[in-house]
């Protein structure tokens, strides 16, 4: 516990993150919606990470955390564990370095868009348990028999660096934000953002939004203490579900002022929402960022707000499912 107390990111991390990661990655842009805005009664704007080249914001933390490596570490192997983004990310970073490829461990239901795109890279993917956190127990089982490099989704202060540098273009974007709706699964995204947003304006709001299925977020900040585990239920937000990491709840809990907790059925309804009414893509662990809006659990009147579709790795099976429900 000490040991984790005594870690910081701070926004000259972030800042050094992104001159780092800065060949690798798009400032995505942070585009008006005017239907969204009319809508809800706000100023809306969608910051696009959806636009990276692996379809998620994953590849950030990634870099940074990859470019970090010694020689030493990088010769033992990397290994990692993901829902699909993460893992994404980690192989596009990987590439561009020039590093050897690393072993990817997903769960046997990740969804089959995201096994498919990691089969472009070079990378050894295994396929273990029922879910992320089955996935990361065999990860690092596997990264320590062979002492090989375990890079973290969101337990790790590069990692966390380097989403922060999304809270950063935005903040530089348009400084008259002052509320930021963030997808939250095991935190890294979310404490990387309210640490750098924060810095720049301490008045911002940042506000996480979790599936009903895999609330643990809210259950860490409600009970004061990180749940690192956690069974979710059925979701289409699988890059969301399971625990909150220890890290983030410790460096960046304070700086979040809520986080919702939103029905899945409502996450669908923004899926379709995005693709018929924007012509935008988003899985649902990025569109759930919007269904606050769009259910009225939050007041949008007068805010400025900067929502983050964080991907759009979407199955074809699964959208059309949706554009079917939407269109009945």
């Known amino acids: 516990m000490s040991s984790i107390m005594s870690i910081r990111v701070t926004l000259t991390d972030i800042l050094t993150a992104r001159r780092t990661i800065r060949p690798h990655v798009r400032h ?27 379809g998620s914001f994953k590849e950030r933390g990634a870099l940074n955390r990859l470019a970090a490596l010694t020689p030493e570490e990088q010769a ?12 994404l990310g980690v192989a596009y970073a990987g590439q561009v370095l020039g590093l050897s490829p690393a072993t990817i461990f997903v ?28 996935a990361h127990a065999a990860a690092v089982a596997f990264a320590r028999k062979r002492d090989a490099s ?22 530089e974007d348009r400084p008259d934000v002052d509320t930021l709706l963030v997808p939250v699964g095991g935190g890294g995204l979310i ?20 599936p009903e299925a895999s609330p643990a977020a809210y259950l860490s900040l409600r009970d004061g203490r ?9 979701t289409i937000c ?42 935008l893509i988003i899985e649902g662990a990025g569109a759930i960022a919007i269904v606050p809006l769009l259910n009225g659990t939050l007041n949008a009147s007068n805010r400025t707000i900067a929502a983050v579709l964080t991907g759009r790795n979407l199955d074809a099976a699964l959208l059309n499912e949706i554009l079917t429900e939407w269109s009945q």
């Open 76 to 87: 033992r192997g990397i290994v990692t564990a993901s829902a699909g983004n993460h893992g």
């Open 28 to 54: 995505t842009p942070l585009t008006l919606s005017p239907t969204l805005s009319r809508l809800s009664g706000g100023q809306v704007f969608f910051k696009l990470e959806c636009w990276q080249r692996t």
């Open 107 to 134: 769960p046997q239901t990740a969804p089959a868009a995201k096994v498919r795109r990691l089969a472009t890279f070079d990378c050894n993917l295994r396929r273990a348990g029922a879910d992320y956190d089955a």
């Open 150 to 171: 375990y890079i973290s989704a969101y337990d790790d202060p590069l990692i966390i660096a380097g989403q922060g540098t999304i809270g950063l273009e935005i903040m």
């Open 191 to 210: 404490a990387g953002i309210a640490i750098a947003a924060k810095a720049i304006n301490p008045a911002v709001h940042i506000i996480g939004v979790q």
């Open 226 to 234: 990180p749940y690192e585990t956690y069974l979710a239920g059925p």
């Open 238 to 279: 699988d890059g969301l579900a399971g625990g909150f990491g220890r890290l983030p709840f410790h460096i960046a809990g304070k700086l979040i002022d809520e986080i919702l907790v939103v029905p899945e059925a409502d996450v669908r309804q923004a899926v379709g929402w995005l693709a018929v009414q924007e012509q």
